[in-house]
T-cell receptor, first 112, second 113 residues
Framework: ETGVTQSPTHLIKTRGQQVTLRCSSQ?????VSWYQQALGQGPQFIFQ???????GRGNFPPRFSGLQFPNYSSELNVNALELDDSALYLC???????????FGQGTRLTVV | AQSVTQLGSHVSVSEGALVLLRCNYS??????LFWYVQYPNQGLQLLLK??????LVKGINGFEAEFKKSETSFHLTKPSAHMSDAAEYFC???????????FGTGTRLTIIP
């Protein structure tokens, strides 16, 4: 039990649609990161937020965007879905000054 | 830039045998190193981490790893494999002051009864 909860657990969308994935972190975890894990691959860093501002981004296009809220929840939004966006999306949170990232169970997104 | 190489996408060991999962890293700054385990349809659970203290790190479930700077390695070991160890294992590198983790491609561990 990591204290990080993601919703929904599974989702099916059609190519071209938009999707919002949600994450709820522990109190005091001011940093949240999102990762994409394609089938058979390791997680790839999408971006991270610290105190509601994006402060790091991986090699993902602008149609991947996010929000972080004061209540330690966050969202990952993906516009204009493509088939290659099918993956497990993981949220990870970290307390200020901490070295360990706590991962949620992930959201499995399938784009058809 | 940082990168992680996990040698062997699949490793099979007999129950009770030694588990050795290999990880080599590349980092331009002193690294933080992590091993995570992932069970089917679940997220990542931290097994152990190295953050510049003792080079031999002990983790949960009897796993340990040794940081060897000269070899740029952080191999994961367990003296005696258990059936419940069957899972996917990921090595990751980060560094102080940066939250981003760079993961390897993973090693699937199978335990033979």
């Amino acid at each position: 039990e990591t204290g990080v909860t993601q919703s929904p657990t599974h989702l099916i969308k059609t190519r071209g649609q938009q999707v919002t994935l949600r994450c709820s972190s522990q109190s005091g975890h001011n940093t949240v990161s999102w990762y994409q894990q394609a089938l058979g691959q390791g997680p790839q860093f999408i971006f991270q937020y610290y105190r509601e501002e994006e402060n790091g981004r991986g090699n993902f296009p602008p149609r991947f965007s996010g929000l972080q809220f004061p209540n330690y929840s966050s969202e990952l939004n993906v516009n204009a879905l493509e088939l290659d966006d099918s993956a497990l999306y993981l949220c990870a949170s970290r307390p200020t000054g901490g070295t360990e990232a706590f991962f949620g169970q992930g959201t499995r997104l399938t784009v058809v | 830039a940082q990168s992680v190489t996990q040698l062997g996408s699949h490793v099979s060991v007999s129950e009770g045998a030694l588990v050795l999962l290999r990880c080599n890293y590349s980092s331009s700054v002193p690294p933080y190193l992590f091993w995570y385990v992932q069970y089917p349809n679940q997220g990542l659970q931290l097994l152990l981490k190295y953050t510049s203290a003792a080079t031999l790190v002990k983790g949960i479930n009897g796993f340990e790893a040794e940081f060897k700077k000269s070899e740029t390695s952080f191999h994961l070991t367990k003296p005696s494999a258990h059936m419940s160890d069957a899972a996917e294992y990921f090595c990751a590198v980060g560094w102080r002051g940066n939250e981003k983790l760079t993961f390897g491609t993973g090693t699937r561990l199978t335990i033979i009864p």
